[in-house]
């Protein structure tokens, strides 16, 4: 397992594409299912996001004011999102979370585990941490749709030229500006070079990914006390996401509002 300390793919290719500044609305950024769920959070919830990259939901909770810390093994990454919206983070592996068992009332893993090297490791600390009772929202890549064939493919040619300096110039002509001259249609204008190369980044150069099931998801939560209370396919699109709720034990209160007590420093508990 890498250390944290190490320079990740990430901290050079942050998941950085929606100006910070932007008045775009959440709902065209983020998933119904997470927006329903950040929603209806109570502001003394405790909510981690983890592998919060620079930023993009971490801004949505904190513009709702909610108790929030960002997670993230790019120190990069997280500079980003601790600057432009104020909350604290950690820089943390997924892996080997330094939380204590049961501290968060909401974990939020969007698009992050399937990038671990290690999803069933990563699910389980995500479901250490979290309280009887608390909830999680986790997006995954599908095994079905065009993307895991795009990442194998024609993925591993651009991979492949990418790593000699003769052959770079034709990826940047026949795959990184074909990429964004497209995201910039569809956003209207919107999509910067950088931010259109970050997404190009993520989607075919990212070291590890995972694509994972319904079937499976359902299986790890049945292994650890998990029910899922919304399931949405997001046809179309490279990732399901699922509503998740950890079975509360006998004798915790259902509503506890456990977090009440809690500092900013009792929750970094675990080998810190
Ligand atoms: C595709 S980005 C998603 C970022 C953010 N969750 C979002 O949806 O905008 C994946 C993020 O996971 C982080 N990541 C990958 N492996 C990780 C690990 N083992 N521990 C913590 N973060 C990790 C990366 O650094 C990156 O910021």
């Given at each position: 397992m890498?250390?944290?300390?190490?320079?990740?793919?990430?901290?050079?290719?942050?998941?950085?594409?929606?100006?910070?500044?932007?008045?775009?609305p959440?709902?065209?950024?983020?998933?119904?299912?997470?927006?329903?769920?950040?929603?209806?959070?109570?502001?003394?919830?405790?909510v981690?996001?983890?592998g919060?990259?620079?930023g993009?939901?971490?801004?949505?909770?904190?513009a709702?004011?909610?108790?929030?810390?960002?997670?993230?093994?790019?120190?990069?990454?997280?500079?980003?999102?601790?600057?432009?919206?104020?909350?604290?983070?950690?820089?943390a592996?997924?892996?080997?979370?330094?939380?204590?068992?049961?501290?968060?009332?909401?974990?939020?893993?969007?698009?992050?585990?399937?990038?671990?090297?290690?999803?069933?490791?990563?699910?389980?600390?995500?479901?250490?941490?979290?309280?009887?009772?608390?909830?999680?929202?986790?997006?995954?890549?599908?095994p079905?749709?065009?993307?895991?064939?795009?990442?194998?493919?024609?993925?591993?040619?651009?991979?492949?030229?990418?790593?000699?300096?003769?052959?770079?110039?034709?990826v940047?002509?026949?795959?990184?500006?074909?990429?964004?001259?497209?995201?910039?249609?569809?956003?209207?204008g919107?999509?910067?070079?950088s931010?259109?190369?970050?997404?190009?980044?993520?989607?075919?150069?990212?070291?590890?990914?995972?694509?994972?099931?319904?079937?499976?998801?359902?299986?790890?939560?049945?292994?650890?006390?998990?029910?899922?209370?919304?399931?949405?396919?997001?046809?179309?699109?490279?990732?399901?996401?699922?509503?998740?709720?950890?079975?509360s034990?006998?004798?915790?209160?259902r509503n506890?509002?456990?977090?009440?007590?809690?500092?900013?420093?009792?929750?970094?508990?675990?080998?810190?």
């Open positions: 890498d250390t944290p300390e190490q320079a990740t793919f990430y901290d050079e290719h942050p998941f950085d594409w929606i100006p910070p500044d932007s008045s775009v959440i709902t065209a950024t983020v998933s119904r299912a997470l927006v329903d769920l950040i929603e209806t959070l109570d502001h003394g919830a405790t981690f996001d983890i919060c990259g620079p993009r939901v971490l801004g949505q909770l904190a709702r004011r909610l108790r929030c810390f960002g997670l993230d093994r790019s120190r990069v990454s997280l500079k980003l999102a601790i600057s432009r919206y104020k909350r604290p983070g950690i820089v592996d997924n892996l080997a979370l330094p939380l204590a068992d049961e501290c968060a009332d909401v974990v939020i893993s969007d698009g992050v585990i399937h990038h671990t090297g290690n999803p069933s490791a990563a699910f389980a600390e995500n479901c250490r941490i979290l309280k009887p009772n608390g909830q999680m929202y986790l997006a995954v890549y599908k079905s749709g065009r993307y895991p064939w795009l990442y194998r493919y024609p993925g591993a040619a651009i991979r492949a030229g990418l790593r000699h300096a003769w052959s770079k110039p034709f940047t002509i026949f795959a990184q500006l074909p990429y964004y001259l497209v995201h910039f249609a569809r956003s209207r919107r999509r910067t070079w931010g259109a190369q970050n997404l190009f980044y993520d989607y075919f150069i990212t070291p590890h990914v995972a694509f994972l099931s319904r079937s499976l998801v359902e299986e790890w939560c049945s292994e650890r006390g998990l029910r899922v209370s919304r399931y949405d396919e997001n046809r179309g699109g490279n990732v399901h996401c699922f509503c998740l709720r950890k079975e034990r006998a004798g915790v209160p506890a509002d456990e977090s009440a007590g809690v500092n900013d420093m009792d929750v970094v508990a675990r080998g810190a």
